[in-house]
């Protein structure tokens, strides 16, 4: 029982990072500012952050 759940810990380690890598990638591929579509069409650039 100890030996499975070795090996379980440490097949899990690499997924810690693999998946918020994949996660991240996907955030920053997806186009548009995330601040802009949450503002809404009408939003003027002092309600929604940006210059």
Not at 30 to 44: H, Q
């Amino acid at each position: 029982m100890l030996r499975y759940s070795i090996r379980r810990i440490l097949a899990a380690v690499p997924l810690v990072f693999v998946v918020p890598l994949l996660i991240f990638l996907l955030i920053d591929l997806v186009p548009g500012d995330p601040a802009r579509i949450l503002a809404g069409e009408n939003a003027t650039a002092e309600h929604s952050g940006s210059s």
